[in-house]
C-alpha cells in the first residue's frame, strides 16, 4: 500500500515529507546498505552534491542521511547509503523495493560545483565518509572536462569496510584513485596505513588546487594538518562536518555550533570558517 504523504511546495513546507519510492536496496558491506529512492511525483530531487536529505519511516521515525549520487539522472532517482545503528537505519536496511518512504529535503549546503570548476581537486574520503562525497565524484566524473587533475584518497579499516568497489574501479579510469586500509590483512595487498601516510608522495600545486574532506571526526586535525603543509590555505580546505539534524532548516537548534546551523550553514564549510569554532572539529 502506498505511502499516504500529501506533497508540499518546499519552498513553502519544509516540514512535510513528500512520498518517494524504492527502487533499489543493495548491501555494500556488513553495515552499510545503499538504497536508491525516486520521489512519486516523478519530479527530480534537484540537489547539489554535499546536501542531505531527512528520511521518514511512518511509525517508526526520521533521521538524516547524506546523498550519495550527484542530481539529474534520467530516472529522476537518487542514492543514500545507510549505516545500522539504531531503530531507523534498521529499519532502512529492511526496505524492499516498491516499498514507500517519506523524504524532506533537499537540505543544507552543498559543495559548490561551478566554484571548483578549472581546480585540481584533492578528495579525501574516511570510512563512511565516502558516501557524501560520492555525489560529488559521481558530478566530476559526468563532468569531466570542467575540472583539472582528481585525486581521490580513501581509507578504510579492513578490505570488508570498503564502500562502492565497482564505483573506485571505474573512477580509476579517469581520475587518479588511492587506496589505503589502516593495518595488514591478508586479503589486502595495497598500501598500508592511515590516510594521511598517502600525502608524502602527493604532487600538489597549492595554488591551483582544492582540497574537499569528510571523514570521522578524529580524522580531520589530522588531514587539515597534512593539507596545509602541501600549502593548501584554508580557504581552499572544504570540508564536511557530521552533526545529528532534526529539523533540517535551522529552527530547533540541535545542529547548532556556536552561532552557525550545520543543517543550513553547512554541512559543508571551508576550513577558514569554522577553525575557530571549537566544537567543530
Given amino acids: ?128 565518509g565516502l558516501v557524501p562525497l560520492r555525489s560529488v565524484i559521481q558530478h566530476l566524473a559526468e563532468h569531466r572536462d570542467d575540472f583539472e587533475k582528481i585525486t581521490v584518497l580513501y581509507g578504510f579499516k579492513a578490505p570488508v569496510e570498503r564502500l562502492f568497489a565497482a564505483d573506485l574501479e571505474a573512477w580509476a579510469q579517469t581520475m587518479d584513485v588511492r587506496l589505503t586500509i589502516d593495518r595488514p590483512h591478508p586479503d589486502w595487498d595495497g598500501h598500508v596505513g592511515v590516510i594521511t601516510t598517502l600525502f608524502p608522495a602527493l604532487e600538489v600545486v597549492p595554488q591551483r588546487t582544492k582540497a574537499l574532506v569528510v571523514g570521522p571526526p578524529i580524522m580531520y586535525q589530522f588531514v587539515l594538518t597534512e593539507c596545509r603543509l602541501k600549502g593548501l590555505v584554508d580557504d581552499n580546505i572544504l570540508m564536511s562536518l557530521e552533526r545529528r539534524m532534526r529539523c533540517g532548516v535551522g529552527k530547533c537548534g540541535h545542529c547548532q555550533i556556536n552561532g552557525k546551523y550545520v543543517c543550513t550553514d553547512g554541512p559543508v564549510f571551508s576550513f577558514s570558517e569554522v577553525k575557530h569554532m571549537w566544537e567543530a572539529i
Fill in 1 to 128: 500500500m502506498a505511502l499516504e504523504l500529501t506533497p508540499c511546495d518546499m519552498e513553502s513546507d519544509l516540514y512535510v515529507p513528500r512520498p518517494a519510492q524504492v527502487v533499489l536496496v543493495e548491501p555494500q558491506t556488513s553495515m552499510e546498505t545503499l538504497v536508491r529512492l525516486r520521489l512519486e511525483s516523478g519530479e527530480d530531487l534537484g540537489h547539489v552534491p554535499g546536501q542531505f536529505v531527512q528520511l521518514y519511516l511512518p511509525a517508526i521515525g526520521e533521521a538524516p542521511f547524506g546523498l550519495a549520487s550527484s542530481a539529474g539522472k534520467p530516472d529522476a532517482s537518487f542514492d543514500l547509503c545507510v549505516r545500522r545503528l539504531g531503530d531507523v537505519t534498521g529499519a532502512v536496511h529492511k526496505l524492499q523495493p516498491g516499498e514507500h518512504v517519506g523524504v524532506r529535503g533537499p537540505f543544507g549546503n552543498g559543495f559548490n560545483m561551478d566554484e571548483l570548476k578549472g581546480f585540481d581537486l584533492l578528495i579525501v574520503a574516511g570510512g563512511i
